[in-house]
């Protein structure tokens, strides 16, 4: 079987796993806004009552969301990888403009070249690339710096970080002629089917 997994393949479990664990975030932060409002309104004497069990939940949500966050940064970065490698495999266009000087320039000339926006993807790559995942993953040197961007990740970020890679992933499929479609039809689409909202913080909208 494992003979059988192509680009695509790769590409695929990649960026689902990456949206299901974005979705398993989603779900984690909703209980947690109830957990941490019913902690915030305990008195101290309820909380010893307790051995403040709701504080205790608050910080397993809170380990749970950072590990679900973290999850999707770090295979939703593989899947855009994969897919300028796909894009580069089925597009003479894109292999003409690709050159291999790195994950920013490569995906910049590729759409380029399909005469496609670069605006998703630089909005991607300057929080999500370059904030979020790179911190995670490059820990050493500079880990004090690092660790500060880390602490800073949150929900908000990698959702919008994920649809603006989502869109230009899009983009390039439909610059290629590998793919069809508008952007956000494609997004509410592919959120249908992980269970996620499509229509969170509008304003990061093209």
Not at 17 to 27: G, K, R
Not at 66 to 76: A, D, N
Not at 85 to 106: C, E, P
Not at 188 to 193: A, R, T, V, W
């Amino acid at each position: 079987m494992l003979g059988q997994i192509d680009r695509f393949e790769v590409t695929r479990v990649h960026g689902m796993n990456a949206l299901w664990s974005l979705s398993d975030a989603y779900q984690a932060w909703i209980e947690y806004d109830k957990w941490k409002a019913k902690s915030d309104a305990e008195s101290w004497d309820e909380k010893c009552k307790t051995a403040d069990s709701t504080g205790t939940r608050v910080w397993a949500l809170e380990s749970a969301i950072f590990s679900k966050l973290t999850q999707t940064i770090v295979l939703y970065q593989a899947s855009m990888e994969a897919i300028l490698s796909n894009a580069f495999a089925s597009s003479g266009t894109v292999a003409d403009a690709v050159d291999g000087n790195g994950f920013k320039r490569d995906w910049e000339a590729a759409l380029h070249a399909v005469g496609e926006s670069t605006q998703e993807f630089m909005k991607y790559e300057s929080d999500f690339y370059k904030e979020m995942r790179i911190p995670l993953t490059h820990l050493h040197p500079n880990s004090d710096d690092k660790l500060n961007k880390i602490r800073t990740i949150d929900f908000r970020r990698v959702y919008t970080g994920v649809r603006y890679g989502w869109w230009a992933h899009i983009r390039l499929l439909r610059g290629s002629g590998l793919g069809t479609g508008e952007l956000c039809a494609n997004w509410e689409y592919i959120c249908s089917g992980v269970r996620l909202p499509p229509d969170l913080y509008p304003e990061s909208y093209p």
